[in-house]
């Protein structure tokens, strides 16, 4: 994987993914962020800011969840982010 900085965009991501499972949101944005910044094209991470922003109540969700789907429109999670969108 690829390391900028002394950063592991992977291991970030699923450092983020672990605190998301226990949902701790707050922190789980700060991981994917800082992979957004050393990966911007990490799809998965796009969707899961989306995902966490939203369990926080952020309106940045919605923007999360639309670059997501202007990425990936044909994959299973374009279609979840976009029953959120709708909902």
Do not use: M
Not at 47 to 68: I, M
Not at 69 to 75: G, N, T
């Amino acid at each position: 994987p690829e390391v900028r900085q002394g950063r592991n965009p992977a291991a970030l991501y699923e450092l983020g993914l672990c605190h998301a499972r226990v949902k701790d949101y707050r922190r789980a944005v700060e991981c994917f962020e800082l992979v957004r910044e050393i990966d911007p094209d990490h799809l998965d991470c796009l969707y899961n800011l989306g995902v966490c922003s939203k369990a926080l109540s952020r309106a940045t969700f919605r923007d999360y969840f639309r670059q997501y789907l202007d990425r990936a429109p044909e994959s299973w999670w374009a279609r979840v982010a976009l029953e959120v969108l709708r909902s």
